[in-house]
């Protein structure tokens, strides 16, 4: 069975419109991502690291406690190579999905290009 959907033009206009902006954003900032340097750049905390493997923050403690992951200490805060957490997720060391890492970075790089557009 066929279904047709039927709108105003006028609401079509302007979804067209949208998904012309968002095309044209994503096309001009495209070199962005792979011009960043993520791997010597981004120091995350802990809790960016649980946020965006989607584990506790008790999780990353045993993880640091067992050896399993590296990590810095810069004013009593634990800081993380996203490098680092990458590379433990390849080798199945952190548990999780790995695409969680790029959802990461394209949101990243979306906060970087705002500010820049703020500025």
Request: aromatic share 6%; with cysteine; proline share 1%.
């Given at each position: 069975m066929t279904e047709v959907i039927v709108m105003e033009?006028?609401?079509y206009q302007k979804m067209m419109g949208q998904i012309a902006k968002i095309a044209e954003?994503?096309?001009k900032?495209?070199?962005k991502l792979q011009d960043c340097d993520f791997d010597n750049d981004v120091w995350l905390d802990?809790?960016?690291v649980a946020?965006?493997?989607h584990?506790?923050?008790r999780t990353l403690q045993r993880l640091r406690s067992d050896g399993l992951v590296e990590y810095s200490v810069f004013r009593r805060k634990c800081l993380y190579k996203l490098s680092e957490?990458?590379?433990k997720v390849r080798e199945k060391v952190i548990t999780c999905e790995p695409h969680l890492i790029d959802v990461y970075k394209k949101n990243r790089l979306?906060?970087?290009t705002k500010d820049e557009d703020n500025e």
């Amino acid at each position: 069975m066929t279904e047709v959907i039927v709108m105003e033009s006028a609401a079509y206009q302007k979804m067209m419109g949208q998904i012309a902006k968002i095309a044209e954003f994503i096309t001009k900032n495209e070199h962005k991502l792979q011009d960043c340097d993520f791997d010597n750049d981004v120091w995350l905390d802990s809790q960016e690291v649980a946020d965006m493997l989607h584990i506790s923050t008790r999780t990353l403690q045993r993880l640091r406690s067992d050896g399993l992951v590296e990590y810095s200490v810069f004013r009593r805060k634990c800081l993380y190579k996203l490098s680092e957490i990458e590379k433990k997720v390849r080798e199945k060391v952190i548990t999780c999905e790995p695409h969680l890492i790029d959802v990461y970075k394209k949101n990243r790089l979306l906060d970087i290009t705002k500010d820049e557009d703020n500025e």
